[in-house]
């Protein structure tokens, strides 16, 4: 039977966490103590439901970890290696993640409400349905990310990258998009993105997206819309797409 001291070494922590979570659990409600788990080797341990609220756990080793269902809110992961960590449905509200390696994660279904990710690298990352209402993702990586049906709901996202990223179905109202690189990811557009902060580079690419289609393929328009697509203020406009000259430029409808 495993047993805590109150001054719980780290490296007592470490060993038990990785062999039973239970009693670190039973030792966070006896003790009231945050263990600090800075630069600790996690890789591939099974922390499953492990209560690590407000935990240090800077600079550690969690890549490969099963953190499914574990408590984090709060906790310290800041420059944390989070490489294909098993995060879903965990608690990470109000955690620090900024510049943490999230690459590959299963982040499905977590709470990340209010979490700092700035500068994290969530490449590849799945998000399904994770809450990130209020999170600051300022200048992270989010190329490839998966984060159809999420909750970005007032996000800082700004000169994030969202190249190839999934964002069909995500609540993007009043979330801040200004400088967030949107190249080739995937968008809807519903009530849920009406206050969403877009910059001039965006509206550009979103208007150059709706009316490139119309040129050639002889779409019936009513006579203000053609009047409209062949303007040549808004032609002038629309062919400041950054990709123009590369996808075509704009010359009117027929």
């Not at 209020?134 to 709901?153: G, M, W």
């Amino acid at each position: 039977k495993m047993k805590f001291k109150k001054e719980a070494t780290k490296k007592k922590i470490i060993s038990v966490l990785k062999r039973n979570v239970a009693v670190l659990n039973r030792w966070r409600i006896l003790s009231g103590r945050n263990p600090n788990l800075r630069d600790a080797d996690l890789r591939s341990a099974d922390l499953s439901s492990a209560n690590l609220r407000s935990a240090n756990l800077r600079y550690a080793d969690l890549s490969s970890a099963d953190l499914s269902y574990a408590n984090l809110s709060s906790a310290d992961l800041s420059y944390a290696d989070l490489r294909y960590a098993n995060l879903s449905s965990a608690n990470l509200s109000s955690a620090n993640l900024s510049s943490a390696d999230l690459s590959s994660a299963n982040l499905s279904s977590a709470d990340l409400r209010d979490a700092d990710l700035r500068s994290a690298d969530l490449r590849d990352a799945d998000l399904r349905y994770a809450d990130l209402s209020s999170a600051d993702l300022r200048d992270a990586d989010l190329s490839y990310a998966d984060l159809s049906y999420a909750n970005l709901r007032y996000a800082d996202l700004s000169s994030a990258d969202l190249r190839y990223a999934n964002l069909s179905s995500a609540n993007l109202s009043s979330a801040n998009l200004s400088s967030a690189d949107l190249d080739f990811s995937c968008m809807g557009f519903s009530c849920k993105t009406l206050e969403t902060k877009y910059d001039n580079k965006h509206i550009i690419q979103i208007l150059y997206h709706a009316g490139k289609p119309c040129e050639n393929n002889h779409i019936e328009l009513d006579a203000d819309t053609k009047k409209l697509l062949n303007s040549k203020m808004f032609k002038k406009v629309i062919n400041k797409f950054h990709r123009a000259e590369k996808c075509g430029i704009f010359g009117g409808t027929k």
